[in-house]
């Protein structure tokens, strides 16, 4: 049967997001130039303003923007776990990986991009499910990610390359790779088009939040946002 997060429960989860994206926001713009100075590169600044033709309050207005976007990434990826974590029958696995169903049949390694992990770091990611399955008795591991690399699926068995001894971790059929949205639909609503729904409701929620999305001109990048991994 396919499952829908409520609407109520996408809100708070939204709004947590929201919120602590305006908590560090606040915080870096309340001393902006403090923000800069921690990592500035003088020389390529003084090219930025001449190149651009732009002002001090520009460079450092921007800087806050950068700096706030990447400081919420982490708890960005975070959420994609507190999400799993509110249907009924998932938990946090006692160590190692991200999630897990409690009937030991899944345990998941999440990830926000598929580029957030190094390649030369998924084998730890690999040894780590390989415990999961072998020790912990999980039936089936997965390495999943929310952004693909493009619009092409991927359902495969998860055989990273290790840098030191140059050859790939061998297959191992309860070690699977799969992108975001075949993991969401397959797992989490068990709907072929559910997460592709998900985001839609996040879209119509966004408006307690905003009217940004009123705006054809901001809906239709979504879109396009959304085109480029067909989701």
């Not at 006692?94 to 990830?111: F, M, N, Q, T």
């Not at 008795?137 to 619009?151: A, R």
Request: proline share 3%.
């Amino acid at each position: 049967m396919s499952f829908q997060f409520g609407d109520e429960e996408v809100f708070l989860w939204m709004e947590d997001s929201v919120g602590k994206y305006r908590n560090i926001y606040n915080k870096k713009i309340n001393n902006p130039l403090k923000s800069y100075m921690d990592k500035a590169d003088p020389i390529a600044t003084v090219v930025k303003m001449i190149s651009e033709n732009i002002d001090k309050d520009n460079v450092l207005e921007r800087a806050v923007k950068n700096s706030t976007e990447k400081s919420f990434q982490n708890f960005h990826g975070k959420q994609w776990e507190n999400l799993i974590l509110l249907k009924e029958g998932w938990e946090e696995p006692p160590r190692l990986l991200d999630v897990a169903k409690k009937d030991g049949s899944i345990v998941v390694e999440i990830k926000n991009k598929s580029n957030t992990v190094k390649g030369s770091d998924l084998k730890s990611i690999y040894d780590n499910m390989e415990v999961c399955v072998e020790d912990d008795e999980y039936d089936l591991s997965i390495y999943t990610y929310i952004v693909p690399k493009n619009t092409v699926k991927v359902d495969q068995f998860f055989t990273p390359s290790d840098n030191k001894t140059k050859t790939k971790r061998p297959i191992n059929k309860k070690i699977k790779e799969l992108d975001g949205e075949t993991f969401f639909n397959r797992y989490i609503f068990e709907n072929d088009s559910g997460f592709s729904d998900f985001i839609d409701q996040m879209l119509e929620i966004s408006l307690r939040f905003s009217d940004i999305f009123k705006s054809k001109k901001n809906s239709e990048f979504i879109d396009e946002l959304r085109d480029l991994y067909n989701l």
